[in-house]
């Protein structure tokens, strides 16, 4: 049976090994693991007084030796580098009075093949006094270490991945969130899109079962926590606001059954900074039947929404003057006439001197009186009002819902606006023609526009006139 037997069987004497514990007990040592890991000849000592008497024939197969002269001939290749601290640990178990040990070590076959070892060594009954028969059963647990090896490998690249991750990562549990849409479909509920209409206490509710179970290290960055714990301490200042509208649509696409989900949504970090996000949620395998893990990622993409945002603006407004531009005019012009207030007053309106400004003074001066002429209209209107530049020094203001009597109190307003503006622009006066023009019911805009156009015109050349006049007066005197 001992011969046998499938895994690995040593019987070996270990009585020298007890004398020599005795000489140590008899000088006064105590704490023979500290004795041994402070010296590790003393270890050796120890290793060199176990006698192996007999080992079977799966020994023999396991380390790759002859037989046993050949595998003692070579002993000092089976134990080596990491036998030593388990080694320690099994005399430990001896000198405190246990007839057996056990231990998890590495050996070595012959032909230098790393072997993953659980070791057991018993005492044999009758020989407890004198330790001359001991049997060591030695089980090759190499693969299964192997694996567990991987396993660990798996873990940490899985986790390393994880945290490390450029993008906002997040692992929470909506097993809650299920539970309630499942209670909800077992009433009888078909339009879920419908009952949350009616029932709107139902998105901030789902919101509340989410349990956030682990967040990554760029997920603090980006919403500027300084733990895990303060983050998950203020998620209400993190989910506010335009939150809830995209999380109900969430909740529509888990009610039809889309458990991977990508939209662009608005967070806030901790101190109030708005957070344009992407993001991307799904379900993990495995957890289809309770979306009890749920990984969902943020990216980051402010920067692009910003960019979107100026191009926009680009679309429709003069940078210089920073009203909007003739491509909104024009739109805005056909869509009052489509569906607009009524009536519309058009003030047509024209910078004096732009010209002479920037043959006399440079593009620089003339560029400082367009800034401040958008100023002023700035202050003039507001919504649902507009402003826009048409042309070099051009400008039109639209007026939706505004008749003759108002529009000639805004001309009014913008002369006052015009010399509040000239107090503190002493170098070079703002000056403005302006034509107004208000529709008449049944007419088109277009000939409003007109009509203020030509007023404007003539507001233009009236001016001219009292320069000219002006001119030649100071020659004459």
């Not at 000092?76 to 405190?96: C, G, I, K, P, Y």
């Not at 980051?300 to 191009?311: F, M, N, S």
């Not at 006399?360 to 400082?368: F, I, R, S, T, W």
Request: glycine content about 6%.
């Amino acid at each position: 049976m001992f011969d046998l037997a499938p895994v690995s069987l040593w019987i070996e004497d270990y009585s020298s090994v007890r004398a020599l514990f005795e000489q140590w007990r008899r000088v006064g040592v105590t704490d023979v693991r500290a004795f041994l890991a402070t010296n590790p000849d003393r270890v050796r000592q120890c290793s060199q007084r176990i006698r192996v008497l007999k080992v079977n024939r799966k020994t023999l197969s396991l380390f790759g030796a002859r037989d046993l002269d050949h595998l003692m001939a070579n002993l000092d290749q089976v134990l080596r580098d990491d036998t030593f601290n388990s080694h320690v640990e099994e005399l430990a178990e001896l000198w405190n009075g246990r007839t057996s040990f056990s231990s998890h070590t590495v050996n070595y076959a012959l032909t230098g093949e790393r072997l993953d070892i659980q070791l057991h060594g018993t005492i044999l009954p009758g020989h407890e006094q004198s330790w001359d028969r001991v049997l060591i059963a030695v089980e090759d647990v190499t693969e299964r270490e192997r694996a567990r090896r991987r396993l660990i490998d798996s873990e940490n690249y899985a986790f390393g991945l994880f945290a490390h991750s450029p993008v906002s990562l997040w692992v929470e549990d909506f097993s809650g969130v299920k539970r309630l849409i499942d209670e909800v479909r077992g009433r009888g509920v078909d339009d879920f899109r419908v009952f949350t209409d009616v029932h709107e206490e139902f998105v901030p509710r789902c919101m509340s079962e989410i349990r956030v179970l682990d967040v990554n290290s760029r997920t603090l960055e980006l919403f500027g926590a300084p733990d895990k714990e303060t983050l998950l301490r203020n998620l209400s200042a993190v989910f506010r606001d335009e939150m809830k509208p995209h999380f109900r649509e969430q909740l529509i696409d888990l009610w039809d059954g889309k458990l991977f989900q990508q939209r662009e949504v608005l967070n806030y970090t901790l101190d109030g900074t708005k957070l344009h996000l992407l993001l991307q949620f799904s379900v993990l395998p495995g957890h289809e039947r309770d979306w009890s893990l749920v990984q969902v990622a943020l990216t980051d993409i402010t920067a692009r929404k910003k960019a979107e945002a100026y191009l926009e603006y680009l679309g429709t407004h003069d940078v210089l003057t920073r009203t909007l531009n003739r491509s909104f005019y024009v739109e805005e012009l056909n869509r009052l006439e489509r569906k607009g207030l009524q009536p519309v007053t058009i003030i047509r309106a024209d910078i004096n001197g732009l010209r002479v400004a920037n043959d006399e003074l440079g593009h620089a001066a003339g560029d400082a009186l367009l800034r401040r002429a958008g100023e002023v209209f700035d202050s003039l209107v507001k919504k649902p009002a507009w402003v826009a530049r048409i042309g070099g020094d051009e400008f039109a203001i639209l007026l939706p819902g505004t008749d003759a009597v108002v529009g000639e109190a805004v001309l009014t307003t913008l002369a006052e606006l015009i010399e509040l503006n000239n107090q503190y622009y002493l170098d070079v006066p703002l000056d403005i023609s302006a034509g107004i023009a208000t529709s008449r019911p049944g007419g088109r805009l277009e000939q409003v526009a007109k009509r203020a156009d030509m007023k404007m015109l003539e507001a233009k050349r009236l001016y001219h006139l009292q320069t000219n006049r002006n001119r030649r007066g100071t020659g004459a005197t």
